[in-house]
C-alpha cells in the first residue's frame, strides 16, 4: 500500500488541523495505520494508532485529549484531528502502517520498526 499525508500548515497556538493519510494500492483496511512526527534535530515519535477495523486506538501521551486518530474505509484514509495545537507540537508527520495480520504486543504499537509502509510527511506549525 503505498500512503500519502497531506492537511499540514501552519497554525496558531490553540488551533486546529486536520491530517489526511490517503491509501492507493490496496484497501486501507487490511492494515493498522500509527501516525509519527519528527521535529527538528529530534528522533521520531510516536504519535496515534489506529487497527484496521478501527475498534482500537492508542495515542501518546503528550497528545492525548487532543488529538484524534479516525478511519474511513469507503475513502480509504485515515485521519488525524488535532486540536488545542501546542508550538511543541511543531514537526513532520508520518503516517505508516502494518498488515492486519501481523499481532503485535501492544507495547510495540509505537516502535516505527514494526511499520511496513510509510508515506511522505506532512510539515505541522505551530507558532506560539
Known amino acids: 500500500v503505498q500512503l500519502q499525508a497531506s492537511g499540514g500548515g501552519l497554525v496558531q497556538a490553540g488551533g486546529s488541523l486536520r491530517l489526511s493519510c490517503a491509501a492507493s494500492?490496496?484497501?486501507?483496511?487490511?492494515?493498522?495505520v500509527a501516525w509519527f512526527r519528527q521535529a527538528p534535530g529530534k528522533e521520531r515519535e510516536f504519535v496515534s494508532t489506529?487497527?484496521?477495523?478501527?475498534?482500537?486506538?492508542y495515542n501518546s501521551d503528550s497528545v492525548s485529549g487532543r488529538f484524534t486518530i479516525s478511519r474511513d474505509s469507503a475513502k480509504n484514509a485515515v485521519y488525524l484531528q488535532m486540536n488545542s495545537l501546542k508550538p511543541e507540537d511543531t514537526a513532520v508527520y508520518s503516517c505508516?502502517?502494518?498488515?492486519?495480520?501481523?499481532?503485535?504486543?501492544?507495547?510495540?504499537?509505537?516502535?516505527?520498526?514494526?511499520?511496513?509502509?510509510w508515506g511522505q510527511g506532512t510539515q505541522v506549525t505551530v507558532s506560539s
Open positions: 489506529i487497527s484496521w477495523n478501527g475498534n482500537t486506538k
Open positions: 505508516a502502517a502494518r498488515p492486519r495480520r501481523t499481532v503485535i504486543d501492544p507495547d510495540l504499537y509505537t516502535q516505527s520498526s514494526q511499520y511496513t509502509n
Open positions: 494500492g490496496r484497501i486501507l483496511s487490511s492494515y493498522h
